[in-house]
């Protein structure tokens, strides 16, 4: 729901030149983002509206994982990783959206003095690949609004006992609701990354499939059930004990619903980079 794309900026000047200056907000508020229960409904995106930038109740992990374009289960650290805070932020003259998360590693160092390394990891994994059977989704043809600037510039999600509802912005969203995953222009990058949040490990695109497709999976009511409370954690929702120890079934006829579409998710390990949190604020300086 929330991934911009990042340009990378050198890091050393070339003698005889002026350095670039550091790419930051001209301003940003950080607050403490209230929390959810059980039955309040979860509203959670990213909106551009000029040069205003909002960003509704992302945990530090989120703003990470914008800033470093990694995902959120590459990032390692503690516990309070998962605190989340609004951010209200003016964008400098002359910039873009493309540059938000660099603007966000300022931010980060800034605010809560992030400190981290690099590593790789082995973790579980379900690897998403073709079937035996021919694939069976309905490709859908690229248009204009494709090329309006990178996807997720403009994300709003809301979700609820009743399900779940999130616009991706450029034509691409999906719901999720009465036992059924239902997307509209879906890369398998971003199939994977979407339904990930479902179930209990990441979901790596093997496919090698180029196009946008309109997807459609049913599940069962168990299983359904099972995959909103994996996402409520997620999204931060205060959920009894009793409420989460379901998350620890696997949904089987999603599986299904994949094999039926031509896909396949085969669980193994797979080596990731990772973003391991040496230090950081707890709670953010002064805005």
Do not use: C, W
Request: glycine share 8%.
């Amino acid at each position: 729901m929330k991934t911009l794309i990042l340009i990378a900026l050198g890091s050393m000047a070339v003698y005889g030149q002026t350095p670039a200056a550091k790419l930051e907000f001209e301003v940003a508020s950080v607050r403490p983002a209230p929390p959810v229960m059980p039955q309040q409904a979860v509203n959670i995106g990213l909106h551009l509206d000029g040069s205003q930038a909002h960003i509704v109740s992302f945990s530090l992990k989120d703003y990470i994982a914008m800033a470093y374009r990694v995902k959120v289960y590459q990032i390692a650290g503690p516990d309070s990783l998962s605190d989340r805070f609004d951010l209200t932020a003016k964008l400098p003259a002359g910039s873009t959206s493309d540059q938000i998360p660099e603007m966000l590693q300022a931010l980060l160092a800034d605010r809560f003095q992030l400190k981290f390394h690099r590593e790789k990891r082995d973790l579980p994994v379900y690897a998403l690949i073709l079937g035996k059977t021919p694939l069976k989704l309905k490709e859908v043809p690229p248009d204009s609004t494709d090329a309006d600037g990178p996807a997720g510039t403009n994300v709003a999600a809301t979700g609820g006992a009743a399900g779940v509802s999130v616009d991706l912005g450029h034509g691409s969203s999906y719901s999720f609701a009465n036992n059924k995953f239902e997307g509209k222009k879906f890369t398998m990058d971003l199939l994977a990354s979407q339904l990930e949040r479902y179930l209990d490990r990441p979901i790596v695109n093997l496919t090698e499939l180029k196009g946008q497709y309109d997807v459609s999976l049913d599940v069962t009511p168990e299983d359904y059930q099972t995959m909103l409370i994996h996402v409520a954690i997620g999204a931060g929702v205060v959920l009894p004990p009793q409420v989460l120890a379901l998350a620890e079934g696997t949904p089987g006829s999603l599986f299904d619903a994949f094999q039926q579409a031509g896909l396949k998710l085969d669980a193994r390990k797979a080596p990731l980079d990772f973003l391991v949190i040496d230090s950081a604020r707890k709670t953010p300086t002064d805005n």
